[in-house]
């Protein structure tokens, strides 16, 4: 039997095309399953997926591209910029993964958007009103508005958008417009009416998964599965090219509304996985910025004379999400154990340089509701021998650690945890995996332990507390996780108007969250940005997203 016969290949190839692939490098996917990646490859090149190989014209791209690090033939400005993550799916609605989420609104944009202190202004929206009874919304959009090809946008075009956004079929973010009843949209108004109250809802309309695309378009291209690999959406730039694996390139939208905006022509993506040599390419001039550098380098990329290192406050959890389905970790005495058998503050000494706090709960330090009087997991070797034996387990228990092997930090953390740990009894086996696998483990329940990170993408716990507490969201961050309780003080939270009750809300569920301990919470860190001197203007905000429009580069 061929590759392209296999019952795993054509698995794969019907998620791609019916949009079940979220959070995962396809053909990384296939190269775990033994599977040749060529079939796949020539299918979505033969739907018009050009993009998922290199083509004639990404070499013409990269040849029109002088060496010059941020310019380019012409005069034109190019912003080269070393990404950890390669995008996986860029569908707006089909997503959850902050590799896409964080670029994706630089193509795309909707009514609200964020800004830099991550309130919410005016995107395609002009201005807005919301109902006494806050159950109507109420958008005046700009005038002569133009997706990127050059065609109106259609009040229908909202309709169709938002309606695909509010299907459960179509991606668990459904869950952040909760609430919905309907939508009417004229070519300069767009009305959303609630069946009830939804506190963050302003938010939502701000979020990824609400942006608009031209609906006609999308048919004509044949779904959003083809349409998602060159997208025409309303944002500053345009998605020219993705060569998975390698580059994304953005150019500047002609028709974008803001006038005078973006500043840079050009923005190159180029993925490059491997800490070390993601720095030496900042380093070198071969990009000029990077993301999540090593933080062992820190310290010394402060003292080159070519770069600045940029610190961002971030609403972001590194933990350990902990398999509840399996024993022994099905016992929260067990899962209480682990927590208290890590010394945190040691952790981020060694592992951090000091960069980033203890993490006291799931919810990120300084954010709305965060409980800081909760004393979180104090490091405490007998506590946790005592819970272990309390729970049938005094003479210790076997677990695996999944780690993504790219990350240098998180196969460093799991080598300290492993040590901690090792003082009560856990034998642990730390599996390095590649981020295709890793991702994939995480999303089909295959694991025991894995490192993860979740970063808010909404200035309100409700996001966050539903994927990490309500099983039916995302089986609580796929712990497995349930409780009852939870389920319904979540239901309630996003309703609930009054501030204090709100608050109460929130911080009984932390309460519970830490009783329970679903998953294990290490640390909160700032967002660490390496860039070159001649970069200007590099913005994100605490929820991540970056803000590239006033990006500048000389």
Not at 232 to 258: A, H, Q, R, S
Not at 316 to 322: A, E, L, Y
Not at 443 to 455: D, G, L
Request: aromatic share 10%; glycine share 8%; proline share 5%.
């Amino acid at each position: 039997m061929g590759a392209s016969d296999s019952p795993e290949y054509q698995k794969l190839l019907q998620d791609v095309l019916n949009g079940r692939v979220p959070r995962r490098q396809l053909l990384k996917a296939m190269a775990a399953l033994g599977l040749t990646a060529t079939p796949l490859v020539t299918f979505l090149a033969s739907c018009g997926g050009g993009a998922a190989t290199s083509t004639p014209a990404a070499s013409e791209t990269a040849s029109a591209t002088s060496t010059t690090t941020g310019q380019s033939t012409g005069g034109a400005k190019t912003f080269k910029f070393g990404r950890y993550l390669d995008a996986i799916v860029p569908d707006p609605v089909m997503n959850d993964n902050n590799a896409d989420i964080w670029y994706m609104q630089q193509y795309y944009s909707g009514l609200l958007r964020f800004k830099a202190d991550t309130t919410v202004e005016g995107d395609l929206a002009d201005k807005w009103e919301i109902s006494q009874d806050q159950l109507t919304y109420t958008f005046q959009l700009k005038p002569g508005l133009k997706f990127s090809d050059g065609t109106p946008v259609k009040g229908s075009d909202f309709v169709w958008s938002i309606n695909r956004a509010v299907d459960p079929k179509n991606g668990i973010f459904s869950f952040t417009l909760e609430g919905f009843d309907k939508i009417e949209a004229t070519d300069t108004q767009v009305v959303i009416t609630l069946k009830q109250p939804n506190v963050p809802f302003i938010y939502s309309m701000a979020l990824f998964n609400t942006v608009v695309m031209p609906e006609a378009l999308v048919a004509k291209t044949g779904g959003w599965e083809k349409f998602m690999l060159q997208p025409v959406g309303t944002g500053p730039y345009i998605m020219k090219e993705w060569v998975k694996g390698d580059t994304m390139t953005l150019v500047k939208n002609p028709n974008y509304w803001e006038q005078g905006k973006p500043l840079v022509d050009e923005i190159l993506l180029k993925y490059i996985p491997e800490d070390n040599t993601r720095v030496l390419a900042v380093q070198k001039g071969d990009v000029d910025a990077i993301n999540f550098p090593p933080k062992s380098q820190v310290a010394q990329l402060k003292t080159d004379s070519n770069l600045n290192v940029l610190q961002f406050n971030a609403a972001q959890v590194t933990q350990i999400t902990v398999n509840n389905r399996n024993k022994p970790f099905d016992d929260k005495r067990v899962r209480q154990a682990l927590s208290y058998a890590i010394d945190r503050d040691a952790l981020i000494r060694t592992i951090n340089f000091g960069i980033g706090i203890p993490a006291k709960t799931f919810r990120p330090a300084g954010t709305v509701y965060y409980d800081d009087s909760l004393p979180g997991w104090p490091y405490d070797t007998a506590k946790a021998q005592g819970l272990l034996k309390d729970a049938g387990y005094g003479s210790g228990i076997k677990a695996t650690l999944q780690v993504n092997g790219a990350s240098e930090g998180d196969k460093q953390a799991a080598t300290v945890i492993k040590d901690m740990w090792s003082k009560i009894g856990v034998d642990l086996t730390i599996q390095e995996l590649e981020t295709g696998l890793w991702n994939d483990n995480y999303y089909n329940n295959k694991f025991e332990m894995q490192i993860v990170q979740w970063t808010d993408d909404i200035p309100d716990p409700s996001e966050q507390t539903n994927y990490a507490v309500v099983f039916a969201t995302a089986e609580s961050m796929h712990s497995g996780f349930q409780n009852s309780e939870c389920d319904t003080l979540a239901a309630e939270g996003v309703k609930e108007t009054d501030p204090e009750k709100r608050k109460a809300i929130y911080f009984r569920i932390q309460e519970i969250f830490n009783d329970e301990v679903p998953l294990i919470p290490l640390w909160h860190e700032p967002y660490l940005i390496v860039v070159r001197k001649n970069v200007k203007n590099f913005a994100q905000t605490y929820l991540g997203t970056y803000v590239w429009r006033d990006l500048d580069i000389s």
